[in-house]
């Protein structure tokens, strides 16, 4: 979970700096800034920019769930075994008491 509110944190630090300096560009350049476009902007460099230098966080993220992912799955195949196995001892049990298989 740390690695998630830590790369949603810097995602969210790196767009308001982007959208700080479109802004800042915007109004420096135009005098007024378009809200909308200034947004889409920020959002795009963001973008781009933390597929560059949010590589460390993101991969920290994806290893922690898929650690996670697979800690599910052995529990699940664990359960399923032991179900299994649950059930071929009640066959066996029927069986060897004379009953007629369950269908």
Request: glycine share 6%; proline share 2%; no cysteine.
């Amino acid at each position: 979970m740390k690695e998630f509110v830590v790369y949603t944190a810097l995602r969210l630090v790196l767009f308001a700096a982007s959208l700080a300096v479109v802004m800042g560009v915007w109004l420096s350049v135009a005098g007024q800034a378009n809200l909308l476009w200034s947004f889409v902007l920020a959002f795009v460099i963001s973008g781009i920019g933390s597929y560059f230098l949010l590589n460390g966080p993101r991969e920290a993220f994806a290893r922690r769930v898929d650690e996670r992912a697979r800690r599910a799955a052995s529990r699940f195949e664990e359960l399923k075994a032991r179900e299994d196995a649950e059930d071929a001892e009640d066959e066996q049990r029927r069986s060897d008491a004379g009953e007629a298989p369950r269908a």
